[in-house]
């Protein structure tokens, strides 16, 4: 358990180095009782993400738990909702791939998969590979100066839907 929690730690970090390089502002709730690891600031929307990696495939995939411990029942775990977090950064290793995925794009799941290691594969989370541009989403406002995404959001966190705040940009 031990080196699977201090895995967790480095993602975390290497999450934190991304998003401010960027030009988001980050902060990191005290302790571990949220359903999230970190509130990013664009400006315009603060943004609670949780982060999650893999490291090893399972047959041809990466596999990636998505569940919480419930706060009610210590021993059951839950789906995220858009209760728990907007956003799941998921960190595949070997692959160096970031996925940035709204709550409604995933949810009430609690396993999900990804395939960066074959080219071309079009899997259900592919739209969101790299995609740092949802916590950018125009819908609510400009961004903050320095921001730096790209492309322009076409898919709105919030609403799970195309984005014509965004799509007009």
């Known amino acids: 358990m031990r080196g699977v929690k201090r895995s967790g730690e480095i993602i975390e ?62 021993r059951a775990q839950g789906a995220y909702t858009a209760k728990d977090i907007d956003i799941l950064a998921v960190y595949i290793v070997p692959a160096d791939a970031w996925y940035i995925i709204p709550v409604s794009a995933f949810s009430p799941s609690t396993s999900l998969t990804f395939f960066p290691h074959i080219p071309g594969h079009d899997g259900k989370y592919e739209q969101f590979r790299e995609a740092w541009y949802l916590m950018a989403c125009r819908r609510d406002g400009e961004p903050k100066e320095g921001i730096v995404t790209s492309p322009a959001c076409g898919y709105c966190p919030s609403s799970g839907t195309m984005c014509p705040g965004c799509v007009e940009k």
């Open 13 to 74: 970090l290497a999450f934190l180095a991304k998003v401010a390089s960027m030009g988001f502002t980050v902060t990191k709730p005290y302790g571990d009782s949220e359903a999230y690891d970190y509130i990013v600031d664009s400006g315009s929307q603060l943004w609670r993400v949780q982060v999650k990696s893999s490291g090893y495939m399972t047959g041809m995939a990466y596999r990636v738990g998505v569940h919480h411990l419930s706060q009610n029942q210590p």
